[in-house]
């Protein structure tokens, strides 16, 4: 079973940049894709960024060319680097498996969070 934990979430201000980290336990993590999520105080959890196991990656509309993706399977952890931040970058921050970033699947393991706030 597969146990998530985000990190590095924190203050910043508007301009500046943050990477998160999610380290998974288990085994199985090379052969999952790995989702970024958010949820604005509010408002509806939403998709952030995904990474396929071939690396292949997506990213919503309103973080592309900001945000970048990655995973270092040897360490089973995906990153999220989040560049030029925005207040409405602010909102609690979550990792997720998934079988694959396209097709319509749910994920089907959470972390618990972390917290970005973007304020000057």
């Known amino acids: 079973q597969v146990q998530l934990v985000e990190s590095g979430g924190g203050l910043v201000q508007p301009g500046g940049s943050l990477r998160l980290s999610c380290a998974a336990s288990?085994?199985?993590?090379?052969?999952?894709?790995m989702g970024w999520y958010r949820q604005a105080p509010g408002k509806e959890r939403e998709p952030v960024s995904c990474?396929?196991?071939?690396?292949?990656?997506t990213y919503a509309d309103s973080v592309k060319g900001r945000f970048t993706v990655s995973r270092d399977n040897a360490k089973n952890t995906v990153y999220l680097q989040m560049n030029d931040l925005k207040s409405e970058d602010t909102a609690v921050y979550y990792c997720?498996?998934?079988?694959?970033?396209?097709?319509?699947?749910?994920?089907?393991?959470w972390g618990q969070g972390t917290q970005v706030n973007v304020s000057s």
């Open positions: 990474i396929n196991s071939d690396a292949r990656t």
């Open positions: 288990g085994s199985i993590f090379s052969i999952v894709a």
């Open positions: 997720a498996t998934l079988v694959a970033c396209s097709g319509g699947y749910a994920p089907t393991r």
